[in-house]
């Protein structure tokens, strides 16, 4: 799988990031959640980001 990177925190790549994938998804990097009280599969996991990182990729029309 191919990443491109749309929006990050930072410029490093150890913080929230947003990535477009060549499947026409998306990738999210960020910090795991691990008492959020759900039932996720093994294969799965939650992730927080920044609620203006999300704002700043449609601000910007990356997503």
């Known amino acids: 799988m191919k ?3 749309l929006v990050g925190e930072c410029e490093e790549g150890d913080c929230p990031t947003i990535y477009r ?3 026409g998804t998306l990738a ?3 910090e795991r959640i691990a008492d ?3 039932i996720v599969s093994p294969h799965e996991t939650l ?3 920044p609620v203006d990182l999300i704002r700043k990729a449609a601000r910007d029309d990356l997503i």
Do not use: A, N, S, W
């Open 36 to 38: 959020h009280g759900l």
């Open 21 to 23: 994938t060549d499947r």
């Open 28 to 30: 999210i990097q960020g």
């Open 47 to 49: 992730v927080e980001i």
């Open 3 to 5: 990443l491109t990177r």
